[in-house]
């Protein structure tokens, strides 16, 4: 296998353990919609944003998220309201199925 082949398998297998975690979070809080990720693969990390309503009856969020995949850890670091005005801006392919 491929340097690269080897990577690219790294990047899947991290992002399929961040989304089984993910999905918790927003299971009962659909529509969300996952924003800019950035990924090191020397620790195994990503570090990303979701936009969601977490709270019932309030808002909308942009929270930050780190996943850490060597210890399969989500972890929450923030998060600050979003204009429900920006939601159309946001990409379909960004939206969490």
């Not at 996952?34 to 977490?54: A, G, K």
């Amino acid at each position: 296998m491929s340097v690269l082949s080897s990577e690219v398998a790294n990047l899947k297998q991290l992002r399929d353990m961040r989304d089984r975690k993910l999905s918790v979070v927003v299971a009962a809080a659909r529509p969300a919609w996952l924003i800019d990720v950035s990924l090191n693969l020397e620790v195994y990390q990503l570090v990303f944003d979701v936009i969601f309503r977490p709270y019932p009856g309030k808002g909308w969020f942009r929270r930050r998220y780190r996943y850490d995949g060597q210890v399969d850890v989500l972890h929450f670091t923030g998060e600050q309201p979003f204009p429900e005005s920006e939601l159309s801006k946001l990409s379909e392919e960004a939206l969490i199925k």
